[in-house]
T-cell receptor
Framework: EPEVTQTPSHQVTQMGQEVILRCVPISNHLYFYWYRQILGQKVEFLVS????????KSEIFDDQFSVERPDGSNFTLKIRSTKLEDSAMYFC????????????FGPGTRLTVT | AQRVTQPEKLLSVFKGAPVELKCNYSYSGSPELFWYVQYSRQRLQLLLRHISRESIKGFTADLNKGETSFHLKKPFAQEEDSAMYYC?????????FGPGTRLSVLP
């Protein structure tokens, strides 16, 4: 069964550095999402992406964040200048349609900002 | 703003006992309602969705629009049900996850 994949599984970076988290959604899916989960807290929506543009974003997704689908398979989340509070698990998800279908989640990337 | 509450952070039951994981959501239109589960060291995965009205792994969830609740139930808990459970209404374009309830099924 096809799965969403994410790399790396764990990323350690210093405060102020840029990081790029990578996701490969399921190949025939059209809608892509990023969520994050700070340790011990709930899963929070960051951004949704469709047809090469952002569909919706949350308050968390400020100017330090950006997303891109640089080719036909990858979907990336960039944090320009990481802060300590960016430390979290970041989950990518994809779905074939906007509603009516489950979102398939990747295994997550643990980002640790020191 | 849409809100989801799951009042229990941790719920421990003995194997074979009934279990109910509570979820209340704020009313904003008619969200689609889902339960997601995360087993230890595994990814988030769909457990069930209201619209399909199916029972997965013995779990069912009843939507009560009057109380805006979508509680998850299972009559006889199994040890393999131990996991984090997230109530997740789908509002338009994204899920709003509840804080989660950790279910621990004791032998």
């Amino acid at each position: 069964e096809p799965e969403v994949t994410q790399t790396p599984s764990h990323q350690v970076t210093q405060m102020g550095q840029e990081v790029i988290l990578r996701c490969v959604p399921i190949s025939n899916h059209l809608y892509f999402y990023w969520y994050r989960q700070i340790l011990g807290q709930k899963v929070e929506f960051l951004v949704s992406f469709y047809n090469n543009e952002i569909s919706e974003k949350s308050e968390i997704f400020d100017d330090q964040f950006s997303v891109e689908r640089p080719d036909g398979s990858n979907f990336t989340l960039k944090i320009r200048s990481t802060k300590l509070e960016d430390s979290a698990m970041y989950f990518c998800a994809s779905t074939p349609a906007r509603s009516g279908y489950e979102q398939y989640f990747g295994p997550g990337t643990r980002l640790t900002v020191t | 703003a849409q809100r989801v509450t799951q009042p229990e952070k941790l719920l421990s039951v003995f194997k074979g006992a009934p279990v109910e994981l509570k979820c209340n959501y704020s009313y904003s239109g008619s969200p689609e309602l889902f339960w997601y589960v995360q087993y230890s060291r595994q990814r988030l995965q769909l457990l069930l969705r209201h619209i399909s009205r199916e029972s997965i792994k013995g779990f069912t969830a009843d939507l009560n629009k009057g109380e805006t609740s979508f509680h998850l139930k299972k009559p006889f808990a199994q040890e393999e049900d131990s996991a984090m459970y997230y109530c997740a209404p789908y509002y338009g374009q994204n899920f709003v996850f509840g804080p989660g309830t950790r279910l621990s099924v004791l032998p």
